[in-house]
């Protein structure tokens, strides 16, 4: 097992953000954390990522686990290599191996986008981080997996592109690279798709598809269309705690799911969300709350357009 968490618990004063979620990861699963606004999703990042520390339960990582998808291998059970990484910083998840991209734009934008990646694979190497003073002939290697990396996320023609001039679409992939340039293990992806136009998402759609075939990936997103294409498994928070965990299509037909997140989307006759609401959603988005269509613009679930 990759990761494991055990009675994953976080409370803000009276509210409890996620609550006992005990959930595990295999090496190479690409996950999507789905559910309403306010149901713990960044909570869960924030914890596994060390931003926030638990007020109760474990995390265990296990890098080491290996093999392919489903493998048998000790690990994040409490044997062979797993690492306890319930009380880690930022700074010791990523060095662990778990990297991830953030829901507002995380980059300078006034910095090349090259320069954005190689900034990111320089900071993620131990030993020289932010030895800027350094000869830059001793960075070169930082510029080679940049460049590797920008080509990976088709934004090669764009490597002396000021970052703030990219379209928004653009400025996702380029955050999903930012988080490659650490040599992750795992990957976190919080809404990568949310503001991109509908052209765009295909693109970034493309992109974690790509990232996923050598990478273990979770992915917190509201457009189902997404989710139910590319995800091997889909776990379900509502209110801090874990209702549903499974594959795509289990998860679309269970009814404590439909009735929290789904609204209908996925049944038999019926491909939008909103069952009977007025809420309506675009391009797989489904409803809740107040989401609306908003002159063809992709709005999330549950929320503001962004
Ligand atoms: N730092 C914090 N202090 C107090 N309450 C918080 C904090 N962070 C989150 N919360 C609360 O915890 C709950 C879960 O929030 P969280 O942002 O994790 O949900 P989410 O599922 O990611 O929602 P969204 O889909 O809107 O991003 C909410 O009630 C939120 O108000």
Redesign the pocket.
Known sequence: MLLETEGLTKR??G?T??DGVDFALETGELCSII??????????F?LLTGV?EPSDGRIRFDPESGGDAGGASAGADGTGSAIDITAASPDETALAGIHRSY?ITNLFPTLSVLENVRVAAQASRGSDSWKLWRNVADFEDHYAEATRILERIGLAGEAETVTQNLSHGEKRSLEIGVALAGNPDLLLLD?PTAGVSSEGVDDVVALIEDVAEDHSVML?E?NMEVVMDISDRIAV?HR?ELIADGPPEDVRGDEAVQEAYLGGYGREGSEAAGDGSDDEATDGDVADGDAAADGGRRV?A??EPR
């Open positions: 803000f004063g509210i953000a996620v559910g309403p606004n306010g149901a713990g999703k960044t909570t869960f924030n926030l829901q809404e917190i509201h928070l801090g999330r549950g929320g």
